[in-house]
C-alpha cells in the first residue's frame, strides 16, 4: 500500500525559532498533499492544502506567513513553522492521495510530527 | 461540507461485534462516506468507504439506509488493539473543485475494548 512518511517524528524547540516538518510520500507520487494539526484530545484540524507547483491553500484562520508550505516535488511537501511558541505546540500530520480523480477518497496519513515548543 | 454526528465513546469486550452509527443529515448526492481509524500519537489509517447500501472489506463493514442520512460501521469481533478512535467523514469525491478530497474530520468515537 501507499506510505507517507514524516521527518521528524518529534521535535522540541525554543520559542522563536522555526522549524520545518517534511512529508514524503514514498511509493507513489502525490500531486496534492494536506498538512492537519492535531491537539491532545481534539479531532484533526484541515490547515491548508499542498499543490506540487503551485501555493498552497489555506483554512479560514490559518496563518500562511506563520505556517509556510513548499511542495517542490511530486513527493515532497514541507511545512514550516516560523517563530514558533508555546500555544503552536501541536501534533502535526500530513497525507496524500493518489493522482488524479479517485472515487475512493482514501488518504494516507504519515505517522505525524509532535512539536514541543519551550 | 455535511456535519456527521457520532458518539463521543463506545465500550465493549474482546470477541464482540461493535457497532458504530454515525449521523450525517445533510449529506449531498455526491457525497461518500468515509471511516478513519486513529491511534494514540499516530495518523489516521482509513477502513472502509461506501456511497449505499453495504460494503465489506476484511477488516469491516458499512450499512447504509437508502436515505443516506446516517451509516453505521460494524467490526466483527473486536480485539483489544481496536481500542482506537473512529472518524466517520462525508467526503465530495470525483468532481473535482476546491472541496475535493479535502477530509473534516468530527469529533469521533472513542472505542475502549475491555478484556
Known amino acids: 500500500g501507499a506510505v507517507v512518511s514524516q521527518h521528524p517524528s518529534r521535535v522540541i524547540c525554543k520559542s522563536g525559532t522555526s522549524v520545518k516538518i517534511e512529508c514524503r510520500s514514498l511509493?507513489?507520487?502525490?500531486?496534492?498533499m494536506f498538512w492537519y494539526r492535531q491537539f491532545p484530545k481534539q479531532s484533526l484540524m484541515l490547515m491548508a492544502t499542498?499543490?506540487?507547483?503551485?501555493?498552497?491553500?489555506?483554512e479560514q484562520g490559518v496563518e500562511k506567513d506563520k505556517f509556510l508550505i513548499n511542495h517542490a516535488s511530486l513527493t515532497l511537501s514541507t511545512l514550516t513553522v516560523t517563530s514558533a511558541h508555546p500555544e503552536d505546540s501541536s501534533f502535526y500530520i500530513c497525507?496524500?492521495?493518489?493522482?488524479?480523480?479517485?472515487?475512493?477518497?482514501?488518504?494516507?496519513f504519515g505517522p505525524g510530527t509532535r512539536l514541543t515548543v519551550l | 461540507l455535511a456535519k456527521t454526528t457520532q458518539p463521543i465513546s463506545m465500550d465493549s469486550y474482546e470477541g464482540q461485534e461493535v457497532n458504530i452509527t454515525c449521523s450525517h443529515n445533510?449529506?449531498?448526492?455526491?457525497?461518500?462516506i468515509t471511516w478513519y481509524q486513529q491511534f494514540p500519537s499516530q495518523g489516521p489509517r482509513f477502513i472502509i468507504q461506501?456511497?449505499?447500501t453495504k460494503v465489506t472489506n476484511e477488516v469491516a463493514s458499512l450499512f447504509i439506509p437508502a436515505d443516506r442520512k446516517s451509516s453505521t460501521l460494524s467490526l466483527p469481533r473486536v480485539s483489544l488493539s481496536d481500542t482506537a478512535v473512529y472518524y466517520c467523514?462525508?467526503?465530495?469525491?470525483?468532481?473535482?473543485?476546491?472541496?475535493?478530497?479535502?477530509?473534516?474530520f468530527g469529533q469521533g468515537t472513542i472505542l475502549t475494548v475491555h478484556p
Open positions: 497525507s496524500a492521495k493518489l493522482p488524479g480523480l479517485q472515487t475512493n477518497n482514501e488518504q494516507f
Open positions: 511509493d507513489f507520487q502525490a500531486t496534492t
Open positions: 499542498s499543490n506540487e507547483g503551485s501555493k498552497a491553500t489555506y
Open positions: 445533510n449529506i449531498a448526492t455526491n457525497d461518500y
Open positions: 461506501g456511497y449505499k
Open positions: 467523514l462525508v467526503v465530495l469525491a470525483n468532481a473535482g473543485g476546491t472541496s475535493y478530497g479535502k477530509l473534516t
